[in-house]
């Protein structure tokens, strides 16, 4: 359970006797199971004054329990790449009603919307987002968030459907052009596209997120910037499901 959010809409008063509520509740079951008696409870979304509360109770918190389970999903199961695969079938699904819908003329919630109602007919869990942005709302003026702009020819249109099925998220891009692109257009695609590949080439067993990094360009000079940090949101580079 979040505890933060359950506690948030209440009144001071009533936090502090929600809270004292949890601690009770999380020490009898930690004495339970033995837990208390010399072990360790990680948490992976804390809540400061939660944690301060179960340490005066005597419970030995790890506040960055979430490392551990990130650690863990190093190793996928053959069940965990299933489940992968069947959630970017189902984005693919989403790219496939967006590429008959996108014409002259739209507007860009209209398209969110269907895809919305795409994933969930093909069985996603739930869909955390839909990011789509075209023409002069994509880099550097980038919003993430669909407007009633609407599409016009030309238009560079790109996508970030984000998704979840038996748990697994997608985090998946893909870029698509209303009509013929311009040569300038496909010379940066182009470009950006060697980068990707580049990277994708170096992926092997034993691999760090270093290698790939270490084959695309150098962000202070290509775009002059003092550092990777600024460009961070317009360069990102990670796997289906961060």
């Known amino acids: 359970m979040n505890v933060g959010a359950v506690i948030d809409y209440m009144t001071p008063a009533a936090q502090d006797v929600q809270r004292k509520k949890f601690t009770i509740q999380i020490k009898k079951a930690l004495?339970?199971?033995?837990?208390?008696?010399?072990?360790?409870?990680?948490?992976?979304?804390p809540d400061p004054?939660?944690?301060?509360?179960?340490?005066?109770?005597?419970?030995?918190?790890?506040?960055?329990g979430n490392r551990l389970m990130m650690e863990a999903r190093e190793i996928k199961t053959k069940y965990e790449l299933e489940s992968h695969k069947t959630a970017a079938s189902i984005v693919e699904?989403?790219?496939?009603?967006?590429?008959?819908?996108?014409?002259?003329?739209?507007?860009?919630?209209?398209?969110?919307g269907s895809m919305y109602k795409?994933?969930?007919?093909?069985?996603?869990d739930s869909v955390f987002g839909i990011a789509l942005c075209s023409g002069?709302?994509?880099?550097?003026?980038?919003k993430g968030v669909a407007s009633n702009s609407i599409i016009r020819p030309r238009d560079i249109v790109f996508v970030d459907i984000i998704l979840t099925v038996?748990?697994?998220?997608?985090?998946?891009?893909?870029?698509?052009?209303?009509?013929?692109p311009q040569q300038e257009t496909k010379d940066a695609y182009e470009r950006i596209y060697n980068w990707l590949y580049d990277a994708v080439k170096a992926i092997k067993p034993g691999a760090t997120t270093k290698d790939l990094a270490e084959k695309w360009p150098d962000e202070t000079k290509i775009w002059g910037m003092e550092s990777a940090d600024e460009g961070a949101a317009s360069n990102w580079g990670h796997g289906l499901g961060l």
């Not at 002069?136 to 980038?142: A, C, L």
Request: aromatic residues 10%.
């Open 31 to 45: 004495e339970e199971t033995g837990v208390q008696d010399g072990g360790r409870v990680g948490v992976d979304v």
């Open 49 to 64: 004054v939660m944690i301060d509360a179960l340490r005066k109770e005597g419970v030995n918190i790890v506040p960055d």
């Open 93 to 112: 699904a989403c790219f496939e009603t967006l590429r008959e819908e996108l014409k002259l003329g739209v507007k860009g919630h209209e398209l969110v």
């Open 118 to 124: 795409t994933a969930y007919e093909e069985g996603a």
């Open 136 to 142: 002069r709302d994509t880099w550097p003026n980038y």
């Open 166 to 180: 038996n748990g697994y998220h997608t985090c998946y891009y893909r870029t698509f052009s209303v009509g013929s």
